[in-house]
């Protein structure tokens, strides 16, 4: 069964950094762009950004320009979410996907769209003021 694993979600204060991981079980997903979305309470959800399979091309949102970073590590087929100078409104569920595609692009429409194969449970990011 294929499978996608979010952890390292937490608490942490407004200025604050966490790194989360999204462990994929199954060698395809070294292949696979992978990429976060986030959920805040009572909102819809929000593409974060997303990273080829090779690690050479990312995309990401607005709103973690400058402060969010998305990496690889394709020998633990685990991509991270590093985030940086955190703010209350960060404060939300953090969800992994991934794009079964096996180009080594971002496909932009599809993850703008969230039409993608793979999705995790989540993992709570909860920044505090």
């Known amino acids: 069964q294929v499978q996608l694993v979010e952890s390292g979600g937490g608490l942490v204060q407004a200025g604050g950094s966490l790194r989360l991981s999204c462990a994929a079980s199954?060698?395809?997903?070294?292949?696979?762009?992978m990429g976060w979305f986030r959920q805040a309470s009572g909102k819809e959800r929000e593409f974060v950004g997303a990273?080829?399979?090779?690690?050479?091309?990312?995309l990401y949102a607005d709103s973690g320009k400058g402060r969010f970073t998305i990496s690889r590590d394709n020998a633990k087929i685990t991509v991270y979410l590093q985030m940086n100078s955190l703010k209350p409104e960060d404060t939300a569920v953090y969800y992994c996907?991934?794009?079964?595609?096996?180009?080594?692009?971002?496909?932009?429409?599809?993850?703008?769209?969230?039409?993608?194969?793979?999705w995790g449970k989540g993992t709570l990011v909860t920044v505090s003021s």
């Open positions: 996907a991934a794009d079964a595609y096996q180009g080594d692009y971002v496909r932009a429409d599809v993850w703008t769209r969230q039409d993608l194969d793979y």
């Open positions: 199954g060698r395809t997903f070294s292949r696979y762009a």
């Open positions: 990273i080829s399979w090779s690690g050479g091309v990312t």
